[in-house]
């Protein structure tokens, strides 16, 4: 089971980017799926999930309303699009998956992949 982070880069300030979350030796349809991100010097942070069951969706507040994750099961990969990018969501961003049908509650998960990082500045 593995997972690959990607899509980091450097952006400006109001822009945009996408990060995947690739899946190998298991199918990434049957797993919810995290986003979280860790900024230097802080703790790592929740981001957004997206069930495997109905594909519901679910963001912290930090970045409602600006960023969008979705799955596209066909390419066994799941998508977080960032836009309106601050200074503050500069953070290595990880994805990671839990075999469950909903998100779980306690953002716990078994599988992570490596970071990718999103640095945003002027």
């Known amino acids: 089971v593995q997972l690959q982070a990607y899509g980091g880069g450097l952006v400006l300030p109001g822009g945009s980017l996408r990060l995947s979350c690739a899946a190998a030796?298991?199918?990434?349809?049957?797993?919810?799926i995290g986003w979280f991100r860790q900024a230097p010097g802080k703790e790592r942070e929740w981001v957004s999930c997206i069930n495997s069951g109905d594909g519901s969706t679910y963001y912290a507040n930090s970045v409602k309303g600006r960023f969008i994750i979705s799955r596209d099961n066909a390419k066994n990969t799941v998508y977080l699009q960032m836009n309106s990018l601050k200074l503050e969501d500069t953070a290595t961003y990880y994805c990671?998956?839990?075999?469950?049908?909903?998100?779980?509650?306690?953002?716990?998960?078994?599988?992570w992949g490596q970071g990718t990082l999103v640095t945003v500045s002027s």
């Open positions: 030796g298991f199918t990434l349809e049957d797993y919810a």
């Open positions: 990671a998956a839990e075999l469950l049908l909903h998100c779980p509650t306690n953002h716990e998960y078994d599988y």
